[in-house]
């Protein structure tokens, strides 16, 4: 059973900094893309940010510059640094990863989502 868990959301007031965390376990052969989303009240979920699993790494267009994104291969985990922290950036924060698990193949896997709060 693959599982993704995130760690790292909270309350913090504009121009504030979290770092959000993703581990992944569980029977994994081979982890390619992963990705964060979040997804705002009466929204639809959008990609924040992904990553390869060689490093390269695409923004949206409104957290270029502020937020960074980056991972462990070797612990299968990933991190989103995110900075100059805005209202406009409050939402649940999903962690996002498409890998071969060792007993199901090739999937998508979902996190459970963290919050995150962005108000003074």
């Known amino acids: 059973q693959v599982q993704l868990v995130e760690s790292g959301g909270g309350l913090v007031q504009p121009g504030g900094s979290l770092r959000l965390s993703c581990a992944a376990s569980g029977s994994i052969f081979s982890i390619y893309t992963m990705g964060w989303y979040h997804q705002a009240p009466g929204k639809q979920r959008e990609l924040v940010a992904g990553i390869a699993s060689g490093g390269t790494a695409n923004y949206a267009d409104s957290v270029k510059g502020r937020f960074a994104i980056s991972r462990d291969n070797a612990k299968n985990t990933m991190y989103l640094q995110m900075n100059s922290l805005e209202p406009e950036d409050t939402a649940v924060y999903y962690c996002?990863?498409?890998?071969?698990?060792?007993?199901?193949?090739?999937?998508?896997?979902w996190g459970q989502g963290t919050q995150v709060t962005v108000s003074s």
């Open positions: 996002n990863a498409h890998l071969h698990s060792i007993n199901s193949g090739l999937n998508n896997y």
